[in-house]
């Protein structure tokens, strides 16, 4: 059935909405996991922030030079984030983050249905194989991470543009012109450049559209190359030695009947070479320090747990692929324990890295035979898509920081989409019964779908991404760190945090928020005892000095305490809380100006630290300095300007200097914000006292007895105001 360009491209804007609905139940969702670092806490999304400084930060924020950068330098992927920032007017809103990844899921879908059927070598699309592939791309549960994750933005336009960069170097294949030819593959080049820009992964186009080129257009033959340069056909067969003049033409002939294709390749090659230096020199030709915790299996003890436990997870990337029931958002500490020589045979998980490597081998081996049938081709580049994109990950040229990751699967999946789609035009000529198999495959499409949209719905909230993960994951100290500090129930944070440590000794970020749990239900000592052990695993672990100066300040050790908050600060120096903590230990000693300066700095360093602006005022109000508490509540609501507590304050000190009507507004205005706060009722009822107001101070007296009955002041203040109105009738 012979289709038009225009169906074909309806059909791929059908299969991109496929892909968008598929989904469509993460739109809502809110920034959940790697978000918060991501978006939220990078400055690089802050419009006032240059924008060049995003070209020398890496993905987290953090000087890509720097020594605990992680090195990935995606800075198109934060302009992106960025983009949603400055259209909402400087607002993190995650719909608009979410819907954009939907819709680019959508455009990687449409353009991986003529991807497919480049990759197929086939021209009509409609209902062969490209448009399985494309279907089985669309629908795929390993890739809810990718989308429903607003940091899988990376993966999406890293895609995006290397399924451009393939269709232009595709295009090359058909010119007979060298000239033309090296433009067009040094613009498919400059394709994956931008795509590597947007994730690292994208310079790995370059190794596909050479392997596509070789395999599905020169139709080269691993052992038939050989016999493409007579020279050395001569030499197999003969001891005879080629005069030097015959190697001459032999190597001439070769090169003239070649041309355009070594032109395409040597142009892949310097691209590929200059993406490369790029990179280094970008990292300062250093790679990234990453703990044992992010992947414990690249720091087994011998060479050969490290071979063991690479292949392992190579077993369980194919197993997510095939079935995508096993998905988690993290995958370290513990998550897959290491495989050790000490436990020999034993091991069930070897016969894993057996049987993955059967099959694999397997398909390795029966089609490279003769003859070099189309579909062995097929299989050949399938298996290519898989290994080129995935090898960034594999730990071989450099160990990474994870140890697995359903993000990195996006573009991968690119080659086991296709060998789904051979295999099932495989069954059909076998089984000589294209029903059954068109069932199978609509069976197999309807279970992704709903598993896509169940995933999808998982990834809409940090409670249900992080209950998820206990059931796939019960073994990881993160899921179970994560799964508490997002708990509510103080009881079941303190479990989790106790199982965190208990499967990782180490865990000194547990550690430090179960100490904070534990000091806020009256368990002092433990929490005490909890932070110094922290500090002793980690000596630069700003946040648990400054809890631990807490501890001590809540036990009026305020000279250990003020030792505690200093050694926070020279491991942080930028760090408001700490300055606010520093504050209150300043206040217990009745050190006002101390604790001011100190609660300034909280403010400046952060203009929307909400209690470091409501202690500063509530202080100065107490001391008398009531000029001084509205000039600063005055700035305070510049930057905080719906903050209710910050209205309430304000209101108590214009109360105090006698300008009611002012006061009266600011009162209000904190009630309209927190309605059900009954000290705000009960304080515009003194205010309307003063004011000779008693009808309304009987009203506001009221409604703060109604939300509290339980405050005898106020329940005072109302017998003396029903007085003073009783002597006014009178």
């Known amino acids: 059935m012979s289709l038009t360009n225009q169906s074909d491209a309806f059909v791929a804007l059908v299969l991109g909405i496929l892909g968008f609905l598929s989904f469509y139940s993460s739109i809502d969702g809110d920034f959940v996991f790697d978000d918060t670092e991501a978006i939220i806490n990078n400055k690089d999304l802050d419009l006032d922030t240059p924008v060049e400084e995003v070209f020398y930060h890496d993905f987290w924020g953090t000087y890509v030079t720097h020594n605990a950068s992680h090195k990935s330098y995606r800075p198109l992927t934060v302009l992106s984030f960025r983009f949603h ?112 820009l947007c994730k690292e992964q994208g310079i790995t186009i370059i190794g596909v559209c050479c392997i596509y080129d070789l395999l599905m257009v020169a139709r080269f033959h691993p052992f038939e190359f050989l016999n493409n340069l007579d020279l050395i056909k001569f030499n197999l067969y003969s001891s005879k030695i080629l005069p030097y003049n015959k190697i001459l033409t032999s190597v001439a002939t070769f090169f003239k009947k070649h041309q355009l294709i070594l032109a395409r390749h040597i142009m892949l090659f310097f691209t590929g070479s200059f993406l490369l230096y790029f990179r280094c020199w970008i990292m300062n030709f250093t790679q990234p320090i990453f703990r044992e915790i992010d ?238 052990k922290a500090i002793l695993i980690r000596p630069d672990f700003a946040a648990a000095w400054m809890n631990l100066g807490i501890v001590l300040a809540n036990t009026n050790r305020y000279d250990e305490a003020l030792e505690c908050y200093n050694y926070a600060l020279t491991y942080r120096k930028n760090y408001p809380d700490c300055y606010y903590n520093l504050g209150n230990l300043f206040l217990s000693q009745k050190l006002h100006n101390e604790a001011f300066v100190a609660w300034k700095q909280a403010t400046t360093l952060k203009p929307t630290h909400s209690i470091a602006w409501n202690n500063m005022i509530v202080m100065l109000d107490s001391i008398g300095e ?14 905080l300007p719906n903050d209710s507590a910050l209205h309430f304050n304000l209101a108590n000190t214009l109360g105090k200097k006698g300008y009611y009507e002012n006061a009266e507004q600011h009162f209000l205005t904190a009630i309209k914000l927190k309605k059900n706060e009954a000290l705000y009722h009960t304080n515009l009822g003194v205010l309307y006292h003063r004011w000779k107001k008693y009808h309304q101070a009987e009203n506001e007296y009221m409604k703060a007895l109604k939300l509290n009955p339980n405050l005898k002041n106020v329940e005072q203040n109302l017998k003396t105001v029903r007085k003073l109105i009783f002597k006014q009738k009178e």
């Open 85 to 196: 920032v400055w259209w909402n007017k400087g607002k993190l809103d995650p719909f608009h983050f979410h819907l954009l990844n939907l819709l680019l899921h959508g455009v990687a879908t449409s353009l991986s249905y003529p991807v497919f059927g480049k990759l197929f070598n086939i021209k009509k699309l409609w209902l062969s194989k490209a448009f399985v592939a494309a279907l089985l791309f669309a629908m795929h549960p390993v890739h809810t991470e990718t989308v429903a994750g607003i940091v899988g933005r990376a993966d999406l336009l890293c895609t995006i543009f290397s399924f451009l960069s393939f269709l232009v170097y595709s295009s090359s294949l058909k010119s007979d012109s060298t000239v033309k030819t090296i433009a067009i593959t040094t613009s498919s080049g400059a394709l994956a450049g931008v795509g590597m």
């Open 295 to 532: 992947n414990p299996h690249s720091f087994a003890d011998s060479f050969i747990e490290r071979v063991l436990n690479y292949n392992y997870l190579y077993a369980l990337n194919a197993w997510l692929l095939i079935c995508p029931e096993w998905l988690c958002f993290d995958w370290s500490m513990g998550c897959v324990p290491l495989i050790t020589i000490n436990s020999g045979f034993s091991d069930v998980r070897l016969l894993t890295i057996i049987f993955f490597w059967t099959v694999f081998g397997s398909l390795i081996a029966t089609n490279v035979t003769f003859p070099f049938t189309a579909r062995k081709r097929e299989v050949l580049l399938a298996l290519c898509c898989i290994i080129i994109p995935f090898s960034i990950a594999s730990n071989i040229a450099f160990r990474v920081g994870f140890v697995i990751a359903e993000r990195i699967l996006y573009l991968p999946s690119v080659g086991y989409c296709m060998l789904i789609a051979i295999g099932i035009e495989q069954l059909k000529t076998y089984f000589k019964n294209s029903t059954l198999v068109s069932v199978l495959l609509m069976f197999l499409l309807i279970t992704n779908t709903f598993r896509c949209h169940q995933r999808a719905a998982e990834w809409r909230n940090e409670k249900d991404l992080f209950t998820s993960g206990l059931r796939v994951c019960p073994l990881n100290a993160k899921v179970h760190y994560n799964f508490a500090k997002h708990s509510n129930d103080p009881t079941i944070a303190i479990k989790h945090y106790r199982r965190a440590i208990l499967l990782y000794p180490d865990y000194e970020q547990a550690m430090n928020n179960l100490a904070n749990v534990l000091r806020e239900n009256g368990n002092v000592t433990e929490s005490e005892n909890l932070l110094r």
């Open 626 to 639: 009531l000029d001084k508490a509205q000039s600063l509540a005055t700035e305070a609501l510049m930057y």
